[in-house]
Nanobody
């Protein structure tokens, strides 16, 4: 089993940056693909970014491409989401999640472990 704990959320002005971290417990972290999703109450969960188990492949939602960067450090059991040029519409709760497979990394149904979420608020 993998436990995930996000951190790094907060309040930032539009155009600013934040880096989210997701620390994972367990020795098998490097065998999971990792993803970031976001969800506003009353709305469906939205894919943001994903990274393969090795870090060699990354995937992004069109809405964040060119602004967000996902990365991972398997030695530290941590996945990151660097968010630049933030916009007010990026405001919501961000979740990291672990996926046992190598496919369907943009589909939240294939993620088996989830963190508790971290709030990101971007003021205009």
């Amino acid at each position: 089993q993998v436990q995930l704990v996000e951190s790094g959320g907060g309040l930032v002005q539009a155009g600013g940056s934040l880096r989210l971290s997701c620390a994972a417990s367990g020795r098998t972290f490097s065998s999971y693909a990792m993803g970031w999703f976001r969800q506003t109450p009353g709305k469906e969960r939205e894919f943001v970014a994903a990274v393969s188990w090795s870090g060699g492949s990354t995937y992004y939602a069109d809405s964040v491409k060119g602004r967000f960067t996902i990365s991972r450090d398997n030695a530290k059991n941590t996945v990151y989401l660097q968010m630049n040029s933030l916009k007010p519409e990026d405001t919501t709760v961000y979740y990291c999640a672990a996926n046992r497979g190598i496919d369907y990394l943009t589909d939240d149904r294939f993620y088996v472990y989830w963190g508790q979420g971290t709030q990101v608020t971007v003021s205009s």
